[in-house]
């Protein structure tokens, strides 16, 4: 889901920059003013408040675009991507996107809209990849490891001797009970 809602965005906001009129000097100043509140954010310790702000960056650039109703459907991709970054972006992490932003902005200033797409699609995709959670451990290895196929040797520890001599049911090389489920 994450991944298709990155996707999402990175269609509709390449497209925004690419179709919509360039931003006026008041929407440039707005996009700054929220930029100045996400270094605010970037330099203080409220996770949330960063995610927020760095994610709402890029709906406040689609209103100024001028196109409301992406904006809103802006909002609802970035609200399920910031709730990754809240759980896996670091304050470095965080400092790079809020810089990012800032180069995004400067691009529309100064009337390139082409860098401006690109600049986009690259912190897009800087954004997705890092923003997966790091490779856990397997969460049911040590249920998995109890529950492995013993070996014939360490199979004669769990079971008596009569069972040993002559086994009512034979054991299959490789089963388990739960293990295979697993």
Known sequence: EAREAFEARRVIETGLIRSQP???AQALQRLRDHIARERAAVAGDDV???SFLLGDFHVCLAECLGNGLLAETLR???A???LIAMRWQTPEDAAQS???HVL???ALAAGDRARAEALMVDHL???SAKLRPPEAADPLGRLRAALAPVSPGAQDLHTSKAERVSPRKPRSAGSTYLGEVL
């Open 98 to 100: 809020c810089a990012e």
């Open 104 to 106: 995004i902005v400067g």
């Open 22 to 24: 360039a931003p006026d």
């Open 48 to 50: 949330g408040l960063r």
């Open 76 to 78: 609802d991709f970035t």
């Open 80 to 82: 399920r991507t910031t």
């Open 125 to 127: 995709r800087t954004w």
